[in-house]
């Protein structure tokens, strides 16, 4: 048994450990800011969605597949209703043409949303605060099947076996 | 059966004595808080230990399996709802039962067996407020804050693994993360702990307050309670679990 002392600070100590273990259970992990810190040698661009699906700040901006940088955070215009995303790019990569496109895609068939970027032809690059012009939204299951009924639906049905 | 039944009732009267004794206890917290020393902070570091471990394994295991379906972004949600829930509660529990909960009897079992608790009943003093229900109460308290412990080093070992070995996106990992956990999640994982240190806590001073009074009888006790605790764990945890779902 250890002297009072100790025990107290021990005790303490365990209780503090304690108390902030289950802070940052109930404060970070449902729906908590707490995010990877982007590298600090990085610009920032943003690009604007018509629709973004559930893309999430954190997840990957590829290019070729190849990891470039992070969405920093997805934001809501209630001007032109689109969704503004920011995207912060590893500063190595500073030849990317102003003309790209950005696509909302997803990795796998129910996997994580992420942004990939596809090279433009421009011969000037993207620099800090850029806006992306060029994007293609988030492709959602759901419309392209719907679409896929409707266009089964409006097709004239007089087959060769109608009766009237 | 009639033997399994007085058993249940021995325990169910015991507990109210306990928590009779409970309300006077609180007025001496020196005493409580020697106890949360005794059971939780010197059961720290294996807890830890084990949580680094549990969540290291959750991240291959998660992540083996996910990447069959070719979602291995989602193993950041799988292996915290995992640890959040199932893991973190139980195995904390299990590994108190063992660590804290054998000290815990053998310590009362001794006490009884050198007539320590008939002299203090002698000298007026209530072995049940003054030994019994600190170390019920400092083993409820230390019981949910180990189980944190365990959940947030065990997401840490997870994405250690996760992220670091097999290659998932930091990003990916957190973000998935943090949208889909629920405050829920947290909380039912934190109702189980606590439920789960009550049952622990009271088997172990149970068996140690009624120990046969010889070294073998300590001896058997001590067994009693690891086996008593680790199965009353399992079955309580699947109804809670039941409840949580329906509810």
């Not at chain 1, 018509?50 to 209630?78: H, I, Q, W, Y």
């Not at chain 1, 994580?112 to 959602?140: C, K, P």
Request: glycine content about 12%; aromatic content about 8%; overall charge neutral.
């Amino acid at each position: 048994m250890p002297s009072t002392r100790g025990l107290e600070i021990g005790t303490g100590l365990f209780v503090m450990l304690g108390f902030a273990a289950l802070a940052f259970l109930t404060t970070q992990l449902p729906g908590g800011k707490l995010s990877v810190a982007s590298a600090s040698s990085s610009y920032r661009v943003t690009a604007r969605f018509e629709n973004v699906g559930d893309l999430k700040a954190g997840a990957p901006v590829t290019m070729a597949g190849v990891k470039v940088g992070r969405v920093a955070g997805v934001r809501f215009d209630s001007q032109d209703y689109k969704a503004v995303v920011d995207l912060t790019i590893d500063r190595q990569y500073n030849r990317i043409p102003d003309d790209s496109w950005a696509n909302i895609e997803t990795s796998g068939l129910l996997g994580a949303r992420y942004v990939g970027l596809d090279a433009g032809g421009s011969e000037t690059f993207l620099v800090d605060t850029g806006q992306i012009e060029n994007t293609q939204s988030a492709m959602v299951l759901e419309k392209l099947v719907n679409k896929l009924f409707a266009a089964f639906a409006s097709r004239p049905a007089t087959g060769s076996g109608a009766k009237e | 059966m009639t033997d399994t039944l007085s058993k249940l009732g021995k325990v169910a009267l015991f507990l109210g004595q306990v928590l009779r004794a409970s309300a006077p206890a609180l007025l001496r917290p020196r005493l409580i808080a020697q106890q949360v020393y005794n059971c939780g902070a010197r059961s720290l570091v294996i807890i830890m230990l084990c949580g680094l471990f549990v969540g290291m394994v959750l991240g291959l295991q998660g992540y083996d399996l996910l990447a069959r379906f070719g979602s291995e972004s989602a193993l950041g949600v799988a292996a915290t709802l995992g640890l959040l829930k199932e893991l973190g509660p139980v195995v904390t529990a299990l590994l108190f039962a063992g660590r804290a909960g054998t000290s815990l009897t053998s310590e009362i079992g001794l006490m009884r067996a050198t007539d320590q608790l008939t002299a203090m009943q002698m000298m007026a003093v209530d072995p049940l407020r003054r030994v019994i229900a600190p170390r019920f109460i400092g083993g409820i308290i230390a019981m949910p804050l180990l189980a944190a412990v365990f959940n947030v080093i065990g997401i840490f070992g997870a994405q250690l693994v996760g992220v670091t070995l097999m290659g998932v996106d930091q990003g990916t990992f957190w973000s998935q993360m943090q949208g889909a956990v629920g405050l829920r999640d947290v909380s039912e994982g934190i109702v189980k702990s606590i439920a789960f240190g009550v049952i622990c806590s009271l088997l172990a001073v149970y068996e140690g307050y009624h120990t046969e009074p010889t070294a073998a009888g300590v001896g058997l006790a001590t067994t009693r309670t690891v086996v008593a605790s680790s199965v009353m764990t399992l079955i309580v945890d699947y109804m809670l679990t039941a409840a949580f779902l329906k509810g």
